[in-house]
């Protein structure tokens, strides 16, 4: 997106509407209010073929997006408005009042570090050749900074603490006079407007950021809000502090943005921007027209997922140890016991879900008799139809004990039509089952 600029050209039109004076009363009146600076605005909505000055690492990328550092090890980058802005008249005069509004955005990989911040500057020069990356943020090197022949005001966003330049912690806001050892600085945040409360902003949150930056000629004061985009510029600033930069910006200066970028995998990005010089607020940017930021990290999960996926997850458990419960239950229901002399017995036994099965459960209405060594039911073998009679011992009974393995070891060896036939038996842990050949009229 192309930048919308206009060029107010107050003094043009002033000095033309005075033509016909006289000579004399125009050089007066040159004299008493001076020659005013032609005012100058501009917009970036995004940066898509935008023709700014770069260097460095500073780069447009296809989606609009001004990327003032890569992830390339200890480097810089710089983006500035083509055009040098005329901030006062000439011959070191007073520096016009000027406002500046944009977007960022530092996306790290890693959302607990980040390499050093970035900074709006106005300087006397786009040929920052000679500044050093890391925490001289591209704008300084070691013996140039603090100089007064540097002549650059700047606001950095700096996410390290640096102490040789007494930062005051790694997320803060400076204003800085030819130096990164800021003449006034805060931590980054906004003061709410409904209570008044301070919030704080991360600056490498990896959220998009609008920042004001004004400069009131007549009180010679610097003030600098902040917010997350899209939000009103909060009513009380951020910082405010005194500072005359008719002394330190040259007549005739660029501003733009300078990054430096270290060791740790981070980008810093500009959205939009905007610029006013002769009073009055920066225009106002268009958040319909912002770019979009890349995605860092896995795509989020929708939040419908995010409420589905606990619950979804807390009914599969739940219903996995409901049926282990019953696959379990079922197990000790049907549990039996087997040893080592039974094998010769295999073709006799039965399983004890079987018997369970004929019998009904061994309900009282299948009893047909009880005795000392134990009860016997009335069943009817699933699948077979056979009628039998199933009786129960007792595993404390001695006797019972005894019977059982009598009766066991006659199992097909005994035939007498006066004798029930024995077809088989089951053991189970605390019982011991007999399964005869139902006859209607025997004794059991």
Not at 26 to 41: F, S, T
Not at 149 to 162: L, P, S
Not at 173 to 179: A, L, R, T
Not at 335 to 364: C, I, N
């Amino acid at each position: 997106m192309a930048p919308r600029v206009k060029w107010r050209g107050q003094s043009g039109r002033r000095w033309r509407a005075m033509v016909s004076l006289p000579w004399l009363v125009l050089l007066l009146l040159a004299v008493a209010v001076g020659v005013e600076a032609a005012g100058e605005e501009f917009v970036y909505d995004g940066f898509g073929g935008a023709a700014l000055a770069l260097d460095g690492m500073a780069a447009v990328t296809s989606g609009g997006l001004l990327l003032l550092t890569n992830d390339t090890d200890m480097n810089k980058g710089h983006a500035f408005h083509p055009e040098p802005v005329r901030f006062s008249g000439g011959g070191g005069g007073v520096v016009s009042s000027f406002s500046t509004t944009f977007v960022f955005a530092i996306v790290s990989e890693f959302l607990d570090l980040s390499t050093s911040g970035f900074a709006f500057l106005v300087a006397p020069s786009r040929d920052l050749s000679g500044a050093m990356p890391q925490q001289y943020l591209g704008m300084f090197n070691a013996s140039s900074n603090g100089d007064p022949r540097n002549r650059v005001f700047a606001v950095e966003f700096d996410t390290v603490r640096n102490p040789e330049f007494a930062d005051i912690n790694n997320n803060h806001v400076g204003v800085d006079v030819n130096s990164l050892n800021s003449s006034a600085a805060a931590t980054a945040g906004y003061y709410d407007d409904a209570t008044a409360a301070f919030q704080n902003l991360s600056l490498i949150s990896r959220q998009p950021m609008q920042v004001w930056v004004d400069y009131d000629a007549a009180a010679a004061e610097v003030t600098v809000a902040m917010a997350p985009a899209r939000w009103p510029r909060p009513k009380t600033p951020l910082l405010t502090t005194r500072v005359n930069l008719s002394t330190v910006i040259a007549d005739a200066a660029y501003v733009g943005f300078s990054s430096a970028s270290s060791i740790v995998l981070c980008k810093h990005y500009v959205l939009s921007w905007s610029f006013r010089l002769g009073g009055g607020a920066a225009p106002a940017l268009d958040y319909a027209k912002l770019p979009k930021l890349p995605r860092i990290g896995p795509k989020p999960r929708s939040k419908a997922l995010t409420v589905a996926l606990p619950i979804a997850t807390t009914v599969i458990v739940l219903t996995a140890v409901a049926v282990g419960f019953v696959l379990l239950r079922q197990r000790l229901k049907y549990a039996e016991l087997r040893e080592d002399w039974e094998v010769e017995f295999g073709p006799h036994r039965f399983a004890f879900k079987d018997l369970y099965d004929a019998t009904g459960g061994f309900k009282d209405k299948r009893l047909l008799g009880a005795g000392g060594f134990g009860s016997v039911y009335k069943g009817v073998l699933p699948g077979s139809r056979t009628e039998v009679a199933v009786k129960r011992v007792s595993h404390e009974s001695r006797q019972g004990m005894k019977e059982f393995i009598a009766e066991v070891v006659s199992i097909g060896r005994i035939r007498h039509r006066n004798l029930v036939q024995l077809l088989g038996y089951c053991r189970r842990k605390g019982e011991l089952l007999l399964v005869y050949d139902y006859m209607p009229n025997a004794k059991w």
